[in-house]
Nanobody, 121 residues
Framework: QVQLVESGGGLVQPGGSLRLSCAAS????????MGWYRQGPGKQRELVAL???????NYADSVKGRFTISRDNAKNTVSLQMNSLKPEDTAVYYC???????????????WGQGTQVTVSS
């Protein structure tokens, strides 16, 4: 059983900062990619940022220069530092991991339960 548990959401004023964290636990052999997605009110879920096991990153254009993704491979954790937050960043943020359960096994996609981020004055 694999679980992804997020923490760090909340209410912040425009221009403020928040840090989201996600810890993966369970019978994990390796995690290929970890990332963050978000779903705003009335919108589809979208990619925010992802990071590979070798540290390669990819960001949505809307967050480039403001958000930074990082991970600790030894602890199976991923974090998202969000600066200069805007009201349009308001959404439920979901942690995602593409991982294998054994050597040479298939990749499986797992999601966290989501954490609310609200940017409002």
């Amino acid at each position: 059983q694999v679980q992804l548990v997020e923490s760090g959401g909340g209410l912040v004023q425009p221009g403020g900062s928040l840090r989201l964290s996600c810890a993966a636990s369970g019978s994990i052999f390796s995690i290929t990619v970890m990332g963050w997605y978000r779903q705003g009110p009335g919108k589809q879920r979208e990619l925010v940022a992802l990071i590979t096991s070798r540290g390669g990153t990819n960001y949505a254009d809307s967050v480039k220069g403001r958000f930074t993704i990082s991970r600790d491979n030894a602890k199976n954790t991923v974090s998202l530092q969000m600066n200069s937050l805007k009201p349009e960043d308001t959404a439920v943020y979901y942690c995602n991991a593409l991982l294998t359960l054994n050597s040479g096994g298939m990749n499986y996609n797992y999601w966290g339960q989501g954490t609310q981020v609200t940017v409002s004055s």
